[in-house]
């Protein structure tokens, strides 16, 4: 049974940091991408970041400078560091990792989200 535990939220003035970790424990079969979602309230869940098997990443073009993914393969953990942060930032996060090859996915795992607010 695969499980995704996250870490990191909380609440932190514009312009602060926080950094998110989401540890998978059990088997990943072919593991393909990990990434980081986030859903405001009344909005729908959006892709943040993702780092695929083979290292490269990719952000949303409202995070790219001041969010940053990285993983730590022999763990199984990916982290989302989170810089410069704005109120519009607020969300709840959350891990998801994918397995499969390409573009087929074979499945689908979820965190249980960590709420950010970025609040004055």
């Known amino acids: 049974q695969v499980q995704l535990v996250e870490s990191g939220g909380g609440l932190v003035h514009p312009g602060g940091s926080l950094r998110l970790s989401c540890a998978a424990s059990g088997n990943i079969f072919r593991l393909k991408t990990m990434g980081w979602y986030r859903q405001a309230p009344g909005k729908q869940r959006d892709l943040v970041a993702v780092?695929?098997?083979?290292?490269?990443?990719n952000y949303t073009d409202s995070v790219k400078g001041r969010f940053a993914i990285s993983r730590d393969s022999a763990k199984n953990t990916v982290y989302l560091q989170m810089n410069s942060l704005k109120p519009e930032d607020t969300a709840v996060y959350y891990c998801?990792?994918?397995?499969?090859?390409?573009?087929?996915?074979?499945?689908?795992?979820w965190g249980q989200g960590t709420q950010v607010t970025v609040s004055s």
């Open positions: 998801n990792v994918k397995t499969g090859w390409g573009l087929n996915t074979l499945r689908d795992y």
């Open positions: 780092i695929t098997s083979g290292g490269s990443s």
